[in-house]
């Protein structure tokens, strides 16, 4: 009965390779995010969408391209990762319509590092 | 293993004392605040939040103050237990009419000693 639920929770990988991590949360949120944690432990949003719709993109490469195939799913694909992209990636939902005035509730992220 | 965050400010705490956490926040119109506890290996918990209006929320042992005079929150944790030792992260929302982000603080470790 996991809320927000990510896929894998470790991904290690060549550099160059291309990688998808899946979320889901089950909720019933129309808002889903993610973010990116440094080795700092510093989280900074990179998504969001609401009911399917991109709502906030962060400055970050378009190698990263979120997909959201429905209200309860976001997933994160990366091309040609980089050695630059390991890190912590955490997945959030909230019930707030992208208005920011309800709590986020998070994934347990997914760690990746690349080789 | 995941990096243990060694910039992070922490605070040092006996078991039973309380505990405050402080953070400044930026932006003068953010009207939303919630602080998260972040255990090793897990994501951020939500543990309180309070609106621009209040100046004060209180929850199961934890107490949310906010100074928007002096762009100031703390969280007060009382008879801090071992489990409260985590990472504990303030966020603000800012945003306009379309758009809304929580901008979150450094964080700061909180560790309990037995």
């Known amino acids: 009965d996991t809320a927000v639920s990510q896929t894998p929770k470790y991904l290690v990988t060549q550099m160059g390779n291309d990688k998808s991590i899946k979320c889901e949360q089950n909720?019933?949120?129309?808002?889903m995010y993610w973010y990116k944690q440094d080795s700092k432990k510093f989280l900074k949003i990179m998504f969001s969408?609401?009911?399917?719709?991109?709502?906030i993109n962060e400055t970050v490469p378009n190698r990263f391209s979120p997909k959201s195939p429905d209200k309860a799913h976001l997933n994160l694909h990366i091309n040609s990762l980089e050695l630059g992209d390991s890190a912590v990636y955490f997945c959030?939902?909230?019930?707030?319509?992208?208005?920011?005035?309800?709590?986020?509730?998070f994934g347990d992220g997914t760690r990746l590092s690349i080789l | 293993g995941e990096s243990v965050g060694l910039h992070l400010p922490t605070l040092s705490v006996q078991e039973g004392d309380n505990s405050i956490i402080n953070c400044a926040y930026s932006?003068?119109?953010?009207?939303?605040f919630i602080w998260y506890k972040q255990e090793s290996g897990k994501g951020p918990q939500f543990i309180i939040d309070?609106?621009?209006?209040?100046d004060k929320r209180q929850g199961q042992r934890v107490t949310v103050l906010l100074n928007k005079t002096v762009k100031h929150l703390s969280l007060q944790i009382a008879a801090t237990q071992p489990g409260d030792s985590a990472v504990y992260f303030c966020?603000?929302?800012?945003?306009?009419?379309?758009?809304?982000?929580?901008?979150f603080g450094s964080g700061t470790r909180l560790l309990v000693r037995p």
């Open positions: 932006n003068s119109a953010s009207d939303y």
């Open positions: 969408y609401n009911n399917k719709e991109l709502i």
């Open positions: 966020a603000e929302n800012m945003g306009t009419d379309s758009s809304y982000k929580l901008i």
């Open positions: 909720l019933g949120h129309d808002t």
């Open positions: 959030a939902s909230s019930r707030d319509g992208g208005s920011g005035n309800q709590p986020q509730h």
């Open positions: 309070i609106r621009s209006n209040m």
